[in-house]
């Protein structure tokens, strides 16, 4: 794995209620945290990293109206236009019986306009090799891991930083 030079100082939590409070007094003291990693869901972390709503709904919406959009123009262009047929006496184009149609096709393009808005947010793509600050925070450590770039405090305060707001090791990480 090539080295890009980031550098990264990773705090380990062993309980998520010292995390929290370890992210309020760290972000209290000017450090900027570039992520933490937590082994289960953690109630309140997004809210104390100062993350904004997602935006994903949004993203949703305008994947499913493109949906609905093209079902019915697909099925008025084919049915109404490009093969006309009557059908059981019913007119060239009959909203009715578009409806099923509309709806997978809404469904089916929101769905997938998520996923591919996820992995793309996320920035996790198929040839990326995953970054790994600590193997610990997958099975019962909480990892916080901050940018020594993105701050302006030397490694040495942000690691007394950590250890006074609960860190049990502070370990210094290069990519």
């Known amino acids: 794995m090539s080295s890009t030079g980031e550098k990264f100082l990773v705090g380990i939590f062993d309980d998520e209620d010292i995390l929290l409070h ?44 493109t949906g609905t959009i093209l079902a019915l ?6 049915l109404g236009f490009d093969w006309p047929m009557i059908i059981g006496g019913k007119n060239f184009v009959s909203l009715p019986p578009f409806i099923p149609v509309t709806f997978e096709l809404t469904v089916l393009l929101s ?5 591919a808005t996820f992995f793309i947010v996320s920035d996790m793509k198929p040839y990326k ?10 099975d019962d450590k909480h990892v916080m891991a901050i940018d020594l770039t993105a701050n302006k405090m030397s490694k040495e305060e942000i690691g007394q930083i950590l250890k006074a707001n609960g860190a ?8």
Do not use: C
């Open 22 to 65: 370890g992210v309020e007094g760290i972000r209290g003291k000017g450090v900027k945290i570039h992520e933490v990693y937590t082994p289960f869901p953690v109630h309140g972390l997004d809210e104390a990293l100062g993350y904004k709503r997602s935006r994903l709904p949004i993203a949703a919406f305008l994947f499913g109206l």
């Open 73 to 78: 123009v697909m099925q008025i262009w084919m």
């Open 111 to 115: 769905a997938l306009g998520m996923v």
């Open 129 to 138: 090799t995953p970054r790994s600050y600590d193997i610990r925070s997958t």
């Open 168 to 175: 049990s090791e502070v370990n210094e990480k290069n990519f």
